[in-house]
């Protein structure tokens, strides 16, 4: 491995460890202050996984992956590096990012809210309203119809029954009373059967 190899490597570790300190700081961030269970072990051990992962390729391009003591001596410094020089800068900007992002958030929430969901349901309780009282409208239109259309037919059947024999009125009224009987036993039936 030639001297510039190692040169590169050493840097790229270095940038590594920095990489490793800053990634540890945003996860224990946003993780950190989760009750211990099954989902904490699947956290820390993804996250370390991705750090070993996002390591091993920066090893890779620098010299194909050719492990040495220097190696694990350079990503240790870079760690420490970071922690001594750039961590509360770090984790200043991190805080600030997150209240800008938790800021834009709210207003892109605040925004859909009033710009799409209080007209949108406005306009869903308006169509409704619309509806109902379209059918509001024909169900009296068709009751009104329907009344007028058939009182011609009652008035004939009035007149009719006015004009029958009074034998005949009294049959068909016993006529009736029979029918009537035989639908409430039918009914009685069924209940005894369905039971």
């Given at each position: 491995m030639?001297?510039?190899?190692?040169?590169?490597t050493?840097?790229a570790?270095?940038?590594?460890?920095?990489?490793v300190?800053?990634s540890?700081d945003?996860?224990?961030?946003?993780?950190g202050k989760?009750?211990?269970?099954?989902?904490?072990?699947i956290?820390?051990?993804s996250?370390?996984?991705?750090q070993?992962?996002?390591?091993?390729?920066l090893l890779y391009?620098a010299n194909?992956?050719?492990?040495r003591?220097y190696?694990?001596v350079?990503i240790?410094?870079?760690?420490?590096?970071?922690?001594?020089?750039?961590?509360?800068?770090?984790?200043?900007t991190?805080e600030?990012?997150?209240?800008i992002?938790?800021?834009?958030?709210?207003?892109?929430?605040?925004?859909?809210?009033?710009?799409?969901?209080?007209?949108?349901?406005s306009?869903?309780?308006?169509?409704?309203?619309?509806?109902l009282g379209?059918?509001?409208i024909l169900?009296?239109?068709?009751?009104i119809l329907?009344?007028?259309?058939f009182?011609?037919i009652r008035?004939i059947?009035q007149?009719?029954w006015?004009?029958?024999?009074?034998?005949?009125?009294?049959?068909?009224?016993?006529l009736?009373?029979?029918?009537?009987?035989?639908k409430?036993?039918?009914?009685k039936?069924?209940k005894?059967?369905?039971k």
């Amino acid at each position: 491995m030639t001297l510039t190899t190692q040169f590169i490597t050493i840097l790229a570790m270095i940038g590594g460890g920095m990489f490793v300190g800053a990634s540890l700081d945003t996860f224990e961030r946003f993780f950190g202050k989760r009750k211990r269970g099954w989902l904490e072990i699947i956290y820390q051990l993804s996250f370390w996984l991705f750090q070993a992962s996002f390591l091993f390729y920066l090893l890779y391009l620098a010299n194909y992956g050719e492990l040495r003591v220097y190696v694990f001596v350079a990503i240790v410094c870079g760690f420490a590096a970071y922690r001594a020089l750039f961590q509360n800068l770090y984790l200043k900007t991190l805080e600030m990012w997150i209240r800008i992002s938790m800021a834009v958030f709210r207003f892109l929430k605040k925004t859909g809210y009033y710009l799409i969901f209080i007209p949108s349901k406005s306009i869903i309780f308006l169509i409704i309203s619309l509806l109902l009282g379209v059918y509001k409208i024909l169900l009296k239109g068709t009751i009104i119809l329907f009344l007028v259309v058939f009182y011609p037919i009652r008035l004939i059947f009035q007149i009719i029954w006015r004009l029958l024999p009074k034998n005949m009125k009294n049959y068909l009224r016993d006529l009736a009373g029979f029918l009537d009987k035989m639908k409430n036993t039918m009914n009685k039936w069924m209940k005894r059967i369905k039971k």
